[in-house]
């Protein structure tokens, strides 16, 4: 009804105005984090893109040359010769994430002495990779204390430069990589476990179930996303992550038989003559190799969900 002045109800806004323009608001305040993800995030990767089809040094060449880098990779065999050091160190993965929920549940269930290894199972992981890289090396080096007690127990003979042997080198750096990864297994795994109803343990232990069983077949299927993260993170670090530890202990050596692909592409950048198109091209190949890997850990995961409900 007209009010005295003549003026009739302000109209109120329709639904649909209002829900666009609380879409608009949230858009504008994304958007310095959106343009600074694509500055950050979008940009190098498609600029290593563009530079793998180029024989870029770095300073001077930036000449298009199609697949002639992946040709080369592919084609010289080396691919072969990194992929498999990189599957040979991704045995680590599982270790760490069954040691890791292993020792998880047992300071969940609080065992004895409980307390003091909770203080100490993070430790390796505080250390720094150069470090701990340089700490295996001169434990395995040929005047190393490994040799010195083979010699003290009458296996002198089997002493040798375990470092300079792939075919004992790349399991001393599963060791490695599994030793320092358990602490942040343990304590993401131990994260999830806060979910579980510690009820469910203590009927478990008054049926009778063993500590594996609960292990393995009460806590496993009830933190199934958990160790799915666990293993996806756990996989893509180990991808791309160990050039301190292999710089360290190694050297990538003796030849390529310790080598990997995220070794390589420091390789090609700055010891073999700045081959930085040659490098994109192996980043992008990584990249790829993640992606897959990592999609199909995802769906793997999605089907044991569905089995284990």
């Given at each position: 009804m007209a009010d005295k002045h003549g003026s009739g109800t302000a109209a109120l806004p329709r639904p649909g105005d209002m829900h666009r323009k609380r879409t608009r608001i949230a858009?504008?305040?994304?958007?310095?984090?959106?343009?600074?993800?694509?500055?950050?995030?979008?940009?190098?990767?498609?600029?290593?893109?563009?530079?793998?089809?180029?024989?870029?040094?770095?300073?001077?060449?930036?000449?298009?040359?199609?697949?002639?880098?992946?040709?080369?990779?592919?084609?010289?065999?080396?691919?072969?010769?990194?992929?498999?050091?990189?599957?040979?160190?991704?045995?680590?993965?599982?270790?760490?994430?069954?040691?890791?929920?292993?020792?998880?549940?047992?300071?969940?269930?609080?065992?004895?002495?409980?307390?003091?290894?909770?203080?100490?199972?993070?430790?390796?992981?505080?250390?720094?990779?150069?470090?701990?890289?340089?700490?295996?090396?001169?434990?395995?080096?040929?005047?190393?204390?490994?040799?010195?007690?083979?010699?003290?127990?009458?296996?002198?003979?089997?002493?040798?430069?375990?470092?300079?042997?792939?075919?004992?080198?790349?399991?001393?750096?599963?060791?490695?990589?599994?030793?320092?990864?358990?602490?942040w297994q343990t304590i993401v795994i131990l994260g999830g476990m806060s979910s579980i109803d510690p009820s469910v343990f203590e009927a478990a232990k008054l049926d009778g179930a063993s500590f594996f069983q609960r292990t393995f077949k009460i806590v496993l299927p009830m933190i199934t996303s958990v160790i799915t993260y666990c293993v996806v993170m756990a996989v893509v670090w180990t991808f791309t992550s160990l050039f301190s530890l292999i710089y360290s202990m190694t050297g990538g050596g003796p030849g390529y038989e310790t080598m990997t692909l995220d070794y390589m592409i420091y390789e090609k950048s700055f010891v073999t003559g700045s081959q930085l198109g040659m490098a994109c091209a192996i980043s992008v190949v990584l990249f790829i190799i993640v992606m897959i890997i990592t999609a199909a850990e995802m769906k793997l995961s999605d089907l044991a969900e569905k089995k284990w409900g």
């Open positions: 858009y504008l305040s994304l958007l310095p984090v959106l343009l600074i993800l694509l500055l950050v995030k979008a940009y190098p990767i498609l600029a290593t893109i563009y530079r793998s089809f180029t024989n870029w040094d770095g300073l001077y060449k930036n000449d298009f040359v199609g697949f002639a880098n992946y040709r080369e990779f592919f084609g010289s065999g080396l691919f072969m010769t990194l992929f498999k050091n990189n599957l040979v160190l991704l045995l680590s993965v599982p270790l760490q994430v069954i040691i890791g929920l292993i020792v998880a549940v047992l300071l969940y269930e609080q065992v004895p002495g409980w307390r003091a290894f909770r203080a100490i199972y993070y430790i390796p992981q505080i250390i720094s990779l150069v470090i701990l890289g340089y700490l295996f090396r001169s434990m395995f080096s040929l005047d190393g204390p490994v040799n010195k007690v083979l010699e003290a127990i009458g296996l002198g003979a089997s002493a040798r430069e375990w470092m300079g042997d792939g075919s004992t080198a790349l399991p001393i750096m599963v060791g490695c990589i599994t030793w320092y990864s358990i602490g």
